[in-house]
Every structure is written in structure tokens, then in C-alpha cells.
């Protein structure tokens, strides 16, 4: 039985439950690069993906993906 076939029961809730194989294939496949990228406190969404934009003297600049400095 596939992932997939099992989400039927949730009805309209399902994508947001769980992500369609394409969608997480495409995901996994997505590089990280742990030295550009990192997770910042956000007061919004407790955690925003960021990329690292610059380091200098134990300071690091982050732009988070939605374009906050």
C-alpha cells in the first residue's frame, strides 16, 4: 500500500498532513548547505530558515528566506 493511498480518510486536510511523493522526492533531493544556511528565533513562527549572508567578528548576518535582515 502506498503512503498516499492511506490519506483518502482526511478528506480536504490531507496536503497539509502529509506532502505529495513528488513534492517530497523533491524536498529530499533539495542540497543543505550547513554553512550557508541556518535556523533563526522568530517571533512569529518560533524558527525562520536563513541564509547567511555575512560574518565578522563573532556576528553573524542572516536574511531569512521571506527577505527579513
Avoid: H
Amino acid at each position: 500500500m502506498s503512503g498516499d493511498a492511506g490519506m483518502e480518510v482526511f478528506g480536504e486536510a490531507a496536503p497539509y498532513l502529509r506532502k505529495s511523493e513528488k513534492e517530497r522526492i523533491q524536498a529530499q533531493n533539495q542540497p543543505f548547505d550547513a554553512k550557508t544556511y541556518c535556523f533563526v528565533a522568530d517571533p512569529e513562527m518560533v524558527y525562520a530558515r536563513g541564509r547567511i549572508r555575512a560574518a565578522q567578528d563573532g556576528k553573524i548576518t542572516v536574511e531569512t528566506e521571506d527577505g527579513r535582515v
